[in-house]
């Protein structure tokens, strides 16, 4: 594990198939995910919630950050002291007059907001809103609050006129990188509507004593896995918004999203857990250009005893009781997801096709359809009236368009298995023609 040590601190527990679960203890801790549609075409918070903040942004504010915090005293400091110290991507100080920074204290049985508050007091010059909430118990979930934040935000950047202004997602235990915020700016000049950055897990001493040490190998080994099916997946199906170098991650602790694409998507989905997940899908679906950058990095936390239902903390404590049985966790296997991808690919390609010349390709089609095991004029249909790519990719696998080729594949593996076969993969594939960017 070496070659990886370098990169396999960060988490990823929600890599595979579907990106909704996690992996583990001989199969998937599955959650289900229920998207809220908003079909009414207003924006996403309405006139239901009363705003937040009274007072305006700054008036060249192109910045929105925002922190849900609960039970967090012991933490916030440090994550907006970092926050305060955000320099340019050349070692300059950041114009605080160009970003705000929301901290949602919700909930709260210690000090968190009142630390919050002191830390504006001391530090005059960053623009901090403090607010503070005692939501009912049913509702106050991080999918809840992250929402009410990023609604916040995003209702803030378009009365400023900002459409193309940046909500920025971070948690109350989590450091940014002093480059955070012009890593994403630069990212977002690029093309960028949304910026999955990378998440590096900060182990903490003394957070839990049945922690198993060989957790961490673990740990690293699924960000192995991760980082190989990133590859994967930009060798087969390259997405020109997301060129390799990229990762795998797209979580609350490091995303950030422009306020017209989080428009567009609806808000993000009423979910009470894995919201960040329900909001990637949503993206997907409106086909949000969304880069996975490198270069966009925090360090969070790696405690056992989290603040959600499902989250990090929850990954982490099945892998301590796996280590403690002497169990791998089970991961899509490289067959598996090279079908997958190869699938998307060919769906990509009818896309494209039938947009450039208004129809779908007289050989593509059956071939496609043939491969896929759909009806062929129920394929020619759905591309053409489906409005973007990702609605046209759900509906089709909502179909059953799993296709002939998927039959026999071994669907998971052990996870050490499948980073061994997917390394010796890649070695072959790096070596093949590039397959072209649509």
């Not at 006139?47 to 950050?65: D, F, G, H, K, W």
């Not at 990509?348 to 947009?355: D, G, K, S």
């Not at 779908?360 to 491969?371: C, E, M, Q």
């Not at 076969?421 to 590039?434: E, P, Q, T």
């Amino acid at each position: 594990m070496n070659g990886w040590h370098c990169l396999c601190v960060a988490w990823d527990g929600m890599t595979g198939a579907n990106d909704r679960g996690f992996r583990g203890g001989g199969g998937r801790f599955r959650v289900g995910i229920e998207i809220e549609r908003h079909k009414s075409g207003l924006a996403p918070w309405g006139n239901a919630q009363p705003p937040l903040i009274s007072a305006a942004p700054a008036a060249r504010c192109t910045t929105c950050v925002i922190v849900p915090a609960r039970d967090e005293a012991v933490s916030i400091t440090a994550t907006l002291q970092a926050l305060h110290e955000q320099v340019a991507l050349d070692g300059r100080p950041c114009d605080r007059k160009r970003y705000e920074i929301i901290v949602l204290a919700n909930n709260c049985r210690d000090a968190t907001a009142d630390i919050a508050r002191a830390f504006s007091r001391s530090h005059p010059t960053l623009h901090l809103h403090v607010v503070e909430r005692a939501l009912p118990e049913a509702v106050a979930t991080i999918g809840a609050v992250r929402r009410l934040l990023m609604d916040e935000a995003c209702r803030r950047l378009l009365e400023r006129g900002r459409r193309r202004g940046i909500i920025a997602s971070t948690d109350a235990d989590t450091i940014v990188a002093p480059t955070w915020l012009a890593a994403i700016e630069a990212e977002m000049r690029r093309g960028a509507d949304v910026v999955g950055g990378r998440i590096i897990a900060r182990e903490e001493r003394g957070d839990d004593e049945n922690a198993e040490p060989s957790s961490r190998l673990y740990h690293l080994r699924d960000v192995a896995y991760g980082h190989l099916i990133a590859e994967l997946e930009s060798l087969l199906d390259p997405d020109p918004a997301d060129p390799w170098p990229r990762h795998h991650q797209h979580f609350g602790a490091n995303l950030a999203v422009t306020a017209e694409t989080y428009e567009r998507a609806g808000g993000l989905p009423a979910v009470p857990e894995l919201e960040d997940m329900a909001l990637h899908d949503a993206l997907r679906r409106i086909d949000a250009r969304i880069r996975h950058s490198p270069s966009v990095r925090v360090i969070t936390s790696a405690r056992r005893m989290g603040r959600v239902a499902v989250g990090l903390s929850t990954q982490l404590g099945e892998w301590d009781a796996l280590a403690r049985a002497g169990r791998l966790p089970l991961v899509e296997s490289p067959a598996a997801a090279e079908h997958r991808v190869r699938r998307r690919r060919a769906l990509r390609e009818l896309w494209y096709y039938a947009r450039a010349d208004g129809m779908p390709g007289a050989d593509a089609l059956p071939a496609v359809a043939r491969s896929l095991q759909l009806d062929r004029r129920w394929l020619a249909l759905e591309v053409l009236r489906s409005q973007t790519f990702g609605i046209f990719v759900e509906r089709v696998l909502a179909h059953g368009g799993a296709g002939e080729d998927a039959r026999g594949l071994e669907p998971l593996a052990e996870i050490t298995t499948a980073i061994a076969m997917l390394r010796l993969r890649l070695a072959v594939l790096r070596r093949c023609r590039r397959v072209p960017v649509l």
